[in-house]
């Protein structure tokens, strides 16, 4: 069994900041990519940011210059550094983990957090 625990959602002031971490545990052998993806009420959830198992970023046009998404050198665990929030930035932050590898033998499949709400509001 593969979980993810998210972590450091908050209410913050405009113009702040904040860091989400990612821990995944469980069975693993390997995680492809990890991200984040976000959904404010009444709206679809959509991507955030993703880094692969090599390091590479995608950012969605809206936080790019003031998002960072970073990973350990394990790889399971997986950062969103996030500035220069705007109240638009509030929403549910959710971890997914992408084409996990286990050590059980079970089929890749992906995993999802809970989530974490970050509430951008002065």
């Known amino acids: 069994q593969v979980q993810l625990v998210e972590s450091g959602g908050g209410l913050v002031q405009p113009g702040g900041s904040l860091r989400l971490s990612c821990a995944a545990s469980g069975s693993i052998f390997s995680i492809n990519a990890m991200g984040w993806y976000r959904q404010a009420p009444g709206k679809q959830r959509e991507l955030v940011a993703i880094?692969?198992?090599?390091?590479?970023?995608n950012y969605a046009d809206f936080v790019k210059g003031r998002f960072t998404i970073s990973r350990d050198n394990a790889g399971n665990t997986v950062y969103l550094q996030m500035n220069s929030l705007k109240p638009e930035d509030t929403a549910v932050y959710y971890c997914?983990?992408?084409?996990?590898?286990?050590?059980?033998?079970?089929?890749?499949?992906?995993?999802w957090g809970e989530g974490t709400l970050v509430t951008v509001s002065s």
């Open positions: 997914n983990a992408v084409w996990v590898v286990t050590t059980d033998g079970r089929y890749p499949m992906d995993y």
């Open positions: 880094i692969t198992r090599g390091g590479s970023t």
